[in-house]
């Protein structure tokens, strides 16, 4: 399996922006805070949790889903900071372009 690059700084800066314009850590909110992302870029686990403050991910996709966006799953391999090694999830909010779907690991 492919080990990720870390976020871009770009990326990085917008995923920050969308977490200031929704403030709060409810359920809902990070659900916000997760949609605006998703629509944008796919996002990881390790960065729905560095940068959107959602902490666990996974919960929240499941809430999305149940509002009935289409979100995949793809497995991928982060390397933190560190240098540790994470298998974590990457979520894609579908009707994206070829060009939204870089990172994607097919």
């Not at 409810?26 to 949609?35: E, H």
């Not at 605006?36 to 390790?46: G, K, Q, V």
């Amino acid at each position: 399996m492919k080990k990720n690059k870390a976020t871009s700084f770009g990326k990085k800066a917008a995923l920050e922006t969308i977490t200031g314009e929704f403030k709060g850590s409810s359920n809902k909110t990070q659900c916000a805070r997760l949609l605006e992302a998703l629509a944008r870029y796919p996002i990881t686990t390790f960065e729905a949790m560095r940068y959107l403050d959602v902490y666990h991910c996974p919960a929240r996709v499941l809430d999305l889903r149940k509002l009935g966006h289409d979100i995949t799953t793809h497995w991928q391999t982060v390397e933190t900071e560190s240098g540790e090694s994470h298998r974590v999830g990457l979520y894609v909010l579908q009707g994206k372009t070829e060009n939204e779907m870089e990172g994607v690991a097919a």
